[in-house]
């Protein structure tokens, strides 16, 4: 009985489990993110890009003129290809996306995520969250 409890114990303890912000970060349903990026009027600009953050830690890139249309797959892997990855860190609250992109998250709400490039040229961008109609 006690070897039970103790093998119980070690497999619940090795199982990991999604941090508040990872959870957020995940599209329920019909939902999309759409990308916008600081422009040099200080204004957040729509460039035809959107995000699915999928839970098993791939993401799907997405193009759509109409920012509050869910958009077409930019990329689509052939069978067997590696899928674009995403990754959260907790301890220093950076999101990495596809192709190596590092993100500071400044803060996050409802449905909008504040964020800055590490990598590059250190543009502000922001993630608001849409359900697809």
Same mark, same amino acid.
């Given at each position: 009985m006690k070897k039970a409890i103790l093998i119980?114990?070690?497999?619940?303890?090795?199982?990991?489990?999604?941090?508040?912000?990872?959870?957020?970060?995940?599209n329920k349903d019909?939902?999309?993110w759409v990308e916008k990026m600081m422009d040099s009027t200080a204004n957040y600009k729509y460039y035809n890009r959107q995000s699915v953050f999928l839970s098993d830690y791939t993401i799907e890139s997405l193009s759509s003129v109409d920012e509050?249309?869910?958009?077409?797959r930019q990329v689509?892997?052939?069978?067997?290809g590696v899928k674009q990855k995403w990754n959260f860190n907790k301890n220093d609250s950076t999101l990495t996306t596809s192709y190596r992109t590092i993100f500071k998250i400044k803060k996050y709400s409802n449905?909008? !995520?504040?964020?800055?490039?590490?990598?590059?040229?250190?543009?502000?961008? !922001?993630?608001?969250?849409?359900?697809q109609q």
């Open positions: 119980l114990a070690i497999i619940l303890s090795s199982c990991t489990e999604q941090n508040p912000f990872e959870k957020y970060l995940i019909d939902t999309f509050n249309k869910k958009g077409f689509t892997p052939i069978e067997g449905d909008t !995520i504040y964020m800055k490039m590490t990598t590059g040229k250190n543009e502000d961008f !922001i993630l608001i969250k849409h359900i």
